[in-house]
């Protein structure tokens, strides 16, 4: 569950608002570009800034009611804090995902000092 009902994440401004995020991030992220699940975290900044504009409930706002200009400072907040979190994340979202890769073998190395037998056990199965 995103905190998004279905009605309110298939309305047509806020699918372009979403596309245009994830366009122009994916296009001046050449790199990496757009990568499944990249929309997934667009939804919550999404909901936050909306939900300093509209009364209530953000889920069941009528997102019609709001103006372009409402519209369109909630998709530049949006997109921006995107790109922070992004910025942080960057390494798994290129090519081999160097980041992930690193985490793994951090997390091999910690399991290796935490529980030998594991790590020994892990190396040989997996």
């Known amino acids: 569950s995103s905190g998004i009902n279905a009605e309110y994440g298939q309305h047509q401004k806020v699918q372009e608002a979403f596309e245009r995020i994830l366009y122009i ?3 001046r992220n050449p ?3 757009y990568v499944q699940g990249i929309n ?3 939804t919550p900044f999404y909901v936050v ?3 300093q504009y509209v009364e209530g409930n953000v889920e069941t706002a009528d997102i019609s009611q709001l103006t372009d200009e409402t519209l369109a400072n909630t998709e530049a907040d949006t997109y921006w804090c995107l790109s922070k ?3 942080n994340l960057h390494d798994n979202y290129t090519f081999a995902q160097p980041g992930i890769q690193m985490k793994v073998h951090d997390l091999r190395r910690l399991v290796n000092r935490m529980d030998g037998v594991l790590d020994a056990h892990l ?4």
């Open 25 to 27: 991030w994916a296009y």
């Open 123 to 126: 190396e040989r199965n997996v």
């Open 85 to 87: 979190l992004l910025d």
């Open 40 to 42: 997934d975290l667009v």
């Open 31 to 33: 790199g990496s570009g």
């Open 49 to 51: 800034f909306l939900g």
